[in-house]
């Protein structure tokens, strides 16, 4: 349940961002996840519920943009767009890309008050 | 909770140690400065402050209340934050690797699914650098300090990290950890993650390599169906390959595997029952440590170019 440790992570920067900036409600959290990152949207979605709830962001929206996997392939020396870490070079076929982006876990804003 | 520097989540044990119970003292020391952040995040439940433990050779994260988290009070707008969720670990990981570097420790996070031998090849890693190099190790299991009651066998000082509910250890407990371990220059410190394959990969200790072991009783097919940890991994351990006549693995198939998700990945074989390949991954490892020891010496080296300088400017200045 690693979703859960996300969950709380994300909570401590959100209450983090509470204090340097001086707001007390969070209404929506926007978050970038790559396709390629080791987190199940639908997991922390769950977990996301039970840790905000008392918290100063209960209920809050949580939005969830994708973020596209990308690779280098040795083979074609290009960037190749890649859905998974085990994916084969879509131009080439062969398996000699190295995952560059999609790893993404972020925050990007909140819509707070 | 830890009152002064706010540190724990609550549900920390040490080894031998009644958690949570009767206050610590203070001054201690921590690897990594705490971003006080959490201080006020993690309220336990019953009102109760955490402390640390004191010192001992068990940490364990799964004992106290559940974390509660105080409401907030109440025009919207928009307040960009752009970090990454797990900034907080990273953090950590970060002061770890720091730390490290500066003593010349060599660190290896060794990841697999249970059951792989990770304590055995352990137990036999330790004994043919024993000696030669100084060791410590961390154990990290969900539950009991078996484990780590298996490496003081060999002489080694391990330190047992009860994760609880975790899966995974994270580099705050490890920080911890480090700081109990009293690690000597210039050694090797081994860290066993817990047995999964899945979270560990995603948390970054603060080591220099990832070590993903994986035994010929388990599927070749391991690399594909966990694909995060084999990339997260710098080094593959097929282990057990004194089994390779009595299973159906075909090792060239899981190599395959492994390097499509990982094409640097480098891999050994190894059977820590009968000694095969273990020489191979003693000197993987040596080679790094001698590299470690030269990245400190760069340090020191440095530190004392810029000592000399400023002593220099002193005197132009007296």
């Keep these: 349940m690693h979703e859960m440790s996300l969950a709380e992570d994300l909570l401590a920067l959100v209450e983090q961002a509470a204090n340097a900036q001086g707001f007390r409600r969070v209404r929506e959290i926007n978050l970038e996840i790559g396709a390629l990152a080791e987190v ?74 | 909770m830890c009152n002064v520097c706010g540190c724990g989540h609550g549900e ?11 206050a610590h003292e203070h001054p201690h020391e921590h690897l990594h400065d705490h971003t006080h952040a959490h201080e006020c995040l993690h309220r336990h439940a019953d009102g109760t402050l955490h402390s640390h433990p004191p010192a001992g050779d068990h940490l364990h994260y799964g004992l106290g209340p559940a974390h509660a988290h105080a409401p907030g009070l109440s025009q919207a707008r928009m307040v960009s934050i752009e970090q990454d969720i797990l900034a907080r670990n990273n953090a950590y990981a970060a002061a770890n690797r720091r730390w490290l570097t500066e003593h010349g420790v060599l660190a290896l996070n060794l990841v697999s699914s249970p059951g792989s031998g990770k304590t055995t090849l352990l137990v036999k890693t330790i004994k043919a650098l024993r000696g030669r190099v100084p060791l410590a190790v961390i154990e990290g299991d969900q539950q009991t300090n078996l484990d780590a009651e298996r490496i003081r066998t060999t002489g080694v000082r391990a330190i047992q990290v009860n994760t609880g509910k975790g899966c995974h250890l994270d580099a705050h407990m490890v920080g911890h950890a480090l700081e109990r371990l009293d690690l000597a220059e210039n050694g090797l410190l081994l860290i066993e993650n817990v047995g999964n394959l899945v979270c560990p990969a995603g948390f970054d200790l603060g080591e220099a390599h990832k070590v993903v072991i994986l035994s010929v009783t388990e599927g070749e097919d391991k690399p594909l169906k966990y694909p995060e940890m084999f990339h997260a991994a710098d080094l593959m351990l097929i282990n057990k390959i004194d089994l390779l006549p009595y299973v159906a693995f075909d090792v060239e198939r899981c190599i395959e595997y492994a390097q499509r998700v990982n094409p640097r990945l480098e891999i050994l074989r190894v059977s820590a029952t009968t000694d095969e390949g273990i020489e191979d991954w003693i000197d993987w490892i040596e080679a790094r440590l001698a590299r470690a020891r030269a990245a ?11 000592i000399a300088e400023l002593e220099a400017r002193l005197a132009a200045k007296g």
């Design chain 2, 296 to 306: 400190r010496e760069d340090t020191v080296d440095a530190l004392k170019r810029r």
């Design chain 1, 40 to 113: 199940e949207i639908e997991a922390l979605a769950f977990c996301l519920e039970s840790v905000l709830k008392g918290s100063l962001a209960e209920g809050a929206r949580v939005n969830f943009t994708a973020v596209p996997g990308e690779g280098w392939c040795l083979e074609c020396a290009a960037k190749v767009p890649i859905a998974a870490l085990y994916a084969p070079c879509p131009r080439c076929g062969g398996y000699q890309v190295q995952a560059t982006s999609g790893f993404e876990m972020r925050v990007k804003d909140l819509l707070v008050e």
């Design chain 2, 12 to 22: 920390t044990r040490i080894e031998g140690e009644l958690p949570a119970e009767g």
